[in-house]
Protein backbone atom coordinates (compact mmCIF):
# COMPACT_ATOMS: atom_id res chain seq x y z
CA UNK A 1 0.00 0.00 0.00
CA UNK A 2 1.23 3.24 -0.88
CA UNK A 3 1.51 5.98 1.67
CA UNK A 4 1.13 8.67 -0.86
CA UNK A 5 4.39 10.15 0.46
CA UNK A 6 6.50 10.27 -3.31
CA UNK A 7 8.19 13.11 -3.84
CA UNK A 8 7.18 14.67 -0.16
CA UNK A 9 9.93 16.65 2.27
CA UNK A 10 9.98 14.69 5.63
CA UNK A 11 12.48 15.48 8.39
CA UNK A 12 13.06 12.98 11.04
CA UNK A 13 14.97 14.03 14.34
CA UNK A 14 17.19 10.82 15.61
CA UNK A 15 17.09 9.41 12.30
CA UNK A 16 20.29 7.93 12.93
CA UNK A 17 19.65 4.37 14.73
CA UNK A 18 16.50 2.45 15.70
CA UNK A 19 12.96 4.25 15.81
CA UNK A 20 14.38 6.96 14.08
CA UNK A 21 16.26 4.87 11.49
CA UNK A 22 13.51 2.56 10.62
CA UNK A 23 11.27 5.62 10.06
CA UNK A 24 13.91 7.16 7.62
CA UNK A 25 14.24 3.98 5.96
CA UNK A 26 10.07 3.44 5.54
CA UNK A 27 10.24 7.31 4.05
CA UNK A 28 12.96 6.60 1.31
CA UNK A 29 11.19 3.24 0.35
CA UNK A 30 7.85 5.72 -0.66
CA UNK A 31 9.68 7.90 -2.38
CA UNK A 32 9.96 11.17 -0.11
CA UNK A 33 12.63 12.79 0.35
CA UNK A 34 14.42 12.70 4.21
CA UNK A 35 16.52 14.85 6.31
CA UNK A 36 17.81 13.51 9.38
CA UNK A 37 19.68 14.47 12.49
CA UNK A 38 21.47 13.01 15.45
CA UNK A 39 24.52 14.13 17.66
CA UNK A 40 26.71 11.86 16.57
CA UNK A 41 28.88 12.20 13.47
CA UNK A 42 30.09 8.47 13.21
CA UNK A 43 26.42 7.16 14.00
CA UNK A 44 24.79 9.82 11.80
CA UNK A 45 27.48 9.07 8.85
CA UNK A 46 27.01 5.41 9.03
CA UNK A 47 23.17 5.49 9.09
CA UNK A 48 23.11 8.44 5.58
CA UNK A 49 26.16 5.80 4.06
CA UNK A 50 23.32 2.54 5.29
CA UNK A 51 20.50 4.84 3.20
CA UNK A 52 22.83 5.94 0.04
CA UNK A 53 23.67 2.29 -0.27
CA UNK A 54 19.86 0.96 -0.32
CA UNK A 55 18.37 4.18 -2.15
CA UNK A 56 21.26 5.40 -4.47
CA UNK A 57 18.25 7.76 -6.34
CA UNK A 58 17.19 8.99 -2.89
CA UNK A 59 17.28 13.02 -2.10
CA UNK A 60 19.04 13.08 1.29
CA UNK A 61 19.86 15.17 3.82
CA UNK A 62 22.13 14.90 6.78
CA UNK A 63 23.36 17.42 9.44
CA UNK A 64 24.37 16.53 13.29
CA UNK A 65 22.36 18.75 15.29
CA UNK A 66 21.44 18.40 19.10
CA UNK A 67 17.28 18.92 19.03
CA UNK A 68 17.95 20.69 22.67
CA UNK A 69 20.63 23.54 21.37
CA UNK A 70 17.84 25.96 19.73
CA UNK A 71 20.40 27.51 17.58
CA UNK A 72 21.39 24.20 15.90
CA UNK A 73 17.75 23.14 14.87
CA UNK A 74 17.16 26.54 13.50
CA UNK A 75 20.44 26.14 11.61
CA UNK A 76 19.32 22.71 10.72
CA UNK A 77 16.16 23.64 9.54
CA UNK A 78 17.85 26.61 7.19
CA UNK A 79 19.78 24.10 5.58
CA UNK A 80 17.12 21.79 4.65
CA UNK A 81 15.02 24.88 3.30
CA UNK A 82 17.47 25.13 1.30
CA UNK A 83 18.09 21.60 0.15
CA UNK A 84 14.75 20.66 -0.30
CA UNK A 85 13.02 24.12 -0.84
CA UNK A 86 9.80 22.87 1.58
CA UNK A 87 8.76 20.69 4.62
CA UNK A 88 6.02 18.58 4.93
CA UNK A 89 6.24 15.94 7.56
CA UNK A 90 8.56 16.38 10.73
CA UNK A 91 8.79 13.75 12.94
CA UNK A 92 10.36 14.43 16.36
CA UNK A 93 11.69 11.28 17.49
CA UNK A 94 15.45 12.25 19.25
CA UNK A 95 15.06 11.39 22.56
CA UNK A 96 15.43 8.77 25.50
CA UNK A 97 14.26 7.68 28.62
CA UNK A 98 15.51 7.73 32.12
CA UNK A 99 15.42 4.49 34.43
CA UNK A 100 15.22 6.18 37.69
CA UNK A 101 12.46 5.72 40.66
CA UNK A 102 11.51 8.66 43.32
CA UNK A 103 14.33 8.02 45.47
CA UNK A 104 17.11 8.46 42.85
CA UNK A 105 15.96 11.01 40.94
CA UNK A 106 17.70 14.58 41.67
CA UNK A 107 16.21 17.44 40.90
CA UNK A 108 18.62 18.43 38.23
CA UNK A 109 17.86 15.22 36.74
CA UNK A 110 13.77 16.07 36.70
CA UNK A 111 14.57 19.11 35.00
CA UNK A 112 16.82 17.34 32.61
CA UNK A 113 13.72 15.33 31.86
CA UNK A 114 11.60 18.13 31.38
CA UNK A 115 14.04 19.85 28.84
CA UNK A 116 14.37 16.51 26.96
CA UNK A 117 10.55 15.91 26.30
CA UNK A 118 9.54 19.93 26.30
CA UNK A 119 12.02 20.99 23.95
CA UNK A 120 13.27 18.22 21.49
CA UNK A 121 9.47 18.91 20.18
CA UNK A 122 9.18 22.36 20.92
CA UNK A 123 12.75 23.78 19.04
CA UNK A 124 12.07 21.91 16.03
CA UNK A 125 8.66 22.85 15.69
CA UNK A 126 9.47 26.38 15.99
CA UNK A 127 11.90 26.12 13.62
CA UNK A 128 9.98 24.18 10.79
CA UNK A 129 6.86 26.26 11.33
CA UNK A 130 7.23 28.21 8.66
CA UNK A 131 7.73 25.59 6.27
CA UNK A 132 5.08 23.19 7.04
CA UNK A 133 2.80 26.05 7.13
CA UNK A 134 3.23 26.40 3.53
CA UNK A 135 3.06 22.49 2.67
CA UNK A 136 -0.62 21.73 1.42
CA UNK A 137 -0.34 18.19 3.51
CA UNK A 138 1.27 18.98 6.78
CA UNK A 139 1.66 16.96 9.84
CA UNK A 140 3.98 16.96 12.59
CA UNK A 141 4.33 13.41 14.47
CA UNK A 142 5.19 13.09 18.05
CA UNK A 143 6.84 9.90 19.30
CA UNK A 144 5.26 9.57 22.99
CA UNK A 145 4.95 6.86 25.56
CA UNK A 146 2.82 4.93 26.99
CA UNK A 147 3.57 5.70 30.29
CA UNK A 148 2.16 9.28 29.66
CA UNK A 149 -1.19 7.45 30.19
CA UNK A 150 0.21 4.67 32.25
CA UNK A 151 2.98 5.76 34.43
CA UNK A 152 5.61 3.26 35.71
CA UNK A 153 7.79 4.14 39.41
CA UNK A 154 10.65 3.15 37.97
CA UNK A 155 10.39 5.56 35.34
CA UNK A 156 8.98 8.41 37.36
CA UNK A 157 10.40 11.66 36.03
CA UNK A 158 9.77 9.83 32.16
CA UNK A 159 6.09 9.08 32.60
CA UNK A 160 4.81 12.13 34.19
CA UNK A 161 6.99 14.05 31.30
CA UNK A 162 5.46 11.87 28.84
CA UNK A 163 2.29 12.53 30.10
CA UNK A 164 3.06 16.44 29.60
CA UNK A 165 4.20 15.97 25.94
CA UNK A 166 0.76 14.37 25.16
CA UNK A 167 -1.50 17.17 26.39
CA UNK A 168 1.00 19.69 24.55
CA UNK A 169 0.34 17.43 21.47
CA UNK A 170 -3.04 17.96 22.48
CA UNK A 171 -2.67 21.55 22.09
CA UNK A 172 -0.76 21.85 19.52
CA UNK A 173 -3.43 20.21 16.92
CA UNK A 174 -5.74 22.77 18.16
CA UNK A 175 -3.23 25.67 17.75
CA UNK A 176 -2.05 24.75 14.33
CA UNK A 177 -5.78 23.69 12.78
CA UNK A 178 -6.43 26.58 11.12
CA UNK A 179 -2.81 26.37 9.83
CA UNK A 180 -3.88 23.00 8.16
CA UNK A 181 -0.87 21.43 9.71
CA UNK A 182 -2.10 17.93 11.35
CA UNK A 183 -0.56 17.19 15.29
CA UNK A 184 -0.22 13.27 16.25
CA UNK A 185 1.96 10.96 18.30
CA UNK A 186 2.74 7.29 19.37
CA UNK A 187 2.56 6.08 22.08
CA UNK A 188 4.74 3.31 22.20
CA UNK A 189 5.29 0.35 24.60
CA UNK A 190 8.98 -1.43 24.63
CA UNK A 191 10.11 -1.57 21.28
CA UNK A 192 14.08 -3.39 20.25
CA UNK A 193 16.37 -0.34 19.74
CA UNK A 194 19.58 0.92 20.56
CA UNK A 195 18.29 2.00 23.80
CA UNK A 196 17.78 -1.34 24.99
CA UNK A 197 20.60 -2.88 23.50
CA UNK A 198 22.65 0.04 26.08
CA UNK A 199 20.32 -1.87 29.07
CA UNK A 200 21.17 -4.99 28.12
CA UNK A 201 25.12 -4.54 27.97
CA UNK A 202 24.66 -3.93 31.88
CA UNK A 203 22.19 -7.24 32.72
CA UNK A 204 23.07 -9.10 35.43
CA UNK A 205 23.66 -12.42 33.93
CA UNK A 206 26.11 -11.98 30.90
CA UNK A 207 25.41 -15.32 29.98
CA UNK A 208 21.87 -14.37 28.84
CA UNK A 209 21.68 -13.94 24.86
CA UNK A 210 19.68 -10.73 23.37
CA UNK A 211 17.08 -13.19 22.11
CA UNK A 212 16.31 -14.62 26.04
CA UNK A 213 16.91 -11.31 27.69
CA UNK A 214 14.53 -8.92 25.96
CA UNK A 215 12.10 -12.39 26.03
CA UNK A 216 12.22 -12.81 29.55
CA UNK A 217 11.07 -8.49 29.66
CA UNK A 218 7.99 -9.29 27.48
CA UNK A 219 7.31 -12.50 30.35
CA UNK A 220 7.88 -10.53 32.99
CA UNK A 221 6.02 -7.00 32.31
CA UNK A 222 3.16 -9.82 30.92
CA UNK A 223 3.23 -7.90 27.71
CA UNK A 224 -0.07 -9.52 25.74
CA UNK A 225 1.71 -10.32 22.25
CA UNK A 226 4.82 -12.27 24.17
CA UNK A 227 7.43 -9.74 22.68
CA UNK A 228 9.03 -6.27 22.37
CA UNK A 229 8.32 -4.81 19.13
CA UNK A 230 9.97 -3.89 16.23
CA UNK A 231 11.27 -0.21 15.20
CA UNK A 232 9.92 -1.36 12.16
CA UNK A 233 6.43 -1.54 13.91
CA UNK A 234 6.69 1.74 15.49
CA UNK A 235 7.80 3.46 12.07
CA UNK A 236 4.78 2.32 9.90
CA UNK A 237 2.36 3.60 12.46
CA UNK A 238 4.39 7.27 12.47
CA UNK A 239 4.46 7.31 8.99
CA UNK A 240 0.68 6.83 8.77
CA UNK A 241 -0.22 9.86 11.03
CA UNK A 242 2.77 11.65 8.71
CA UNK A 243 1.23 10.80 5.35
CA UNK A 244 -1.80 11.84 3.56
CA UNK A 245 -3.48 8.89 4.29
CA UNK A 246 -4.73 10.42 7.96
CA UNK A 247 -5.61 13.43 6.22
CA UNK A 248 -8.84 13.72 8.76
CA UNK A 249 -6.41 12.94 11.97
CA UNK A 250 -5.57 15.39 14.43
CA UNK A 251 -5.12 15.24 18.02
CA UNK A 252 -4.62 11.64 17.78
CA UNK A 253 -2.71 8.81 19.04
CA UNK A 254 -1.78 5.19 18.08
CA UNK A 255 -0.77 2.65 20.36
CA UNK A 256 1.91 0.51 19.40
CA UNK A 257 2.46 -1.55 22.43
CA UNK A 258 1.51 -5.03 21.17
CA UNK A 259 -1.37 -4.65 23.88
CA UNK A 260 0.28 -3.60 27.14
CA UNK A 261 -1.98 -1.01 27.71
CA UNK A 262 -4.31 -1.47 30.47
CA UNK A 263 -6.72 1.35 30.07
CA UNK A 264 -9.99 1.37 28.08
P1 LIG B 1 17.80 4.94 19.97
O1 LIG B 1 18.76 5.22 21.06
O2 LIG B 1 17.98 3.73 19.14
O3 LIG B 1 17.70 6.21 18.99
C1 LIG B 1 17.64 7.52 19.47
C2 LIG B 1 17.99 8.46 18.32
O4 LIG B 1 17.83 9.81 18.77
C3 LIG B 1 19.44 8.33 17.89
O5 LIG B 1 19.52 8.59 16.50
C4 LIG B 1 20.15 9.42 18.68
O6 LIG B 1 21.35 9.79 18.06
C5 LIG B 1 19.08 10.52 18.62
N1 LIG B 1 19.13 11.51 19.69
C6 LIG B 1 19.03 11.31 21.01
N2 LIG B 1 19.09 12.48 21.67
C7 LIG B 1 19.23 13.45 20.73
C8 LIG B 1 19.34 14.85 20.76
N3 LIG B 1 19.35 15.53 21.93
N4 LIG B 1 19.45 15.53 19.60
C9 LIG B 1 19.44 14.88 18.42
N5 LIG B 1 19.34 13.54 18.32
C10 LIG B 1 19.24 12.83 19.46
O7 LIG B 1 16.39 4.91 20.72
P2 LIG B 1 14.88 4.63 20.26
O8 LIG B 1 14.79 4.38 18.82
O9 LIG B 1 14.33 3.64 21.21
O10 LIG B 1 14.22 6.03 20.65
C11 LIG B 1 13.48 6.84 19.76
C12 LIG B 1 12.41 7.56 20.55
O11 LIG B 1 11.44 6.62 21.02
C13 LIG B 1 12.93 8.31 21.79
O12 LIG B 1 12.27 9.56 21.91
C14 LIG B 1 12.52 7.39 22.91
O13 LIG B 1 12.38 8.04 24.16
C15 LIG B 1 11.17 6.87 22.38
N6 LIG B 1 10.69 5.67 23.05
C16 LIG B 1 11.34 4.49 22.83
C17 LIG B 1 10.88 3.35 23.47
C18 LIG B 1 11.53 2.02 23.27
O14 LIG B 1 11.15 1.04 23.93
N7 LIG B 1 12.52 1.90 22.38
C19 LIG B 1 9.72 3.38 24.38
C20 LIG B 1 9.12 4.69 24.49
C21 LIG B 1 9.59 5.78 23.84
P3 LIG B 1 22.58 10.46 18.89
O15 LIG B 1 22.68 9.72 20.19
O16 LIG B 1 23.75 10.33 18.00
O17 LIG B 1 22.17 11.88 19.09
Redesign the pocket.
Known amino acids: MSFQLEGKNAVV????????LATVELLLAQGARVAW????QQ??EQSRAYMESRYPDAKIFTMT????DKQQVQQFAAAVQQQFSGVDCLIN?????RVSNFDNTADEDWLKEVELKYF?VLHPIRAFLPALKQSNAASISN?N?LLALQPEPHMIATSSARAALLNLTHSLAHQFAPDRIRVNSIL?G??E????KRRYQERSDPEQSWAEWIGNIAKKRGIPMGRLGK?EEAAQALVFLASPLASYTTGSVIDVSGGFNKHI
Open positions: TGGSSGIGCGRDRLCNVLNAGQGSVSLMVSAQWP
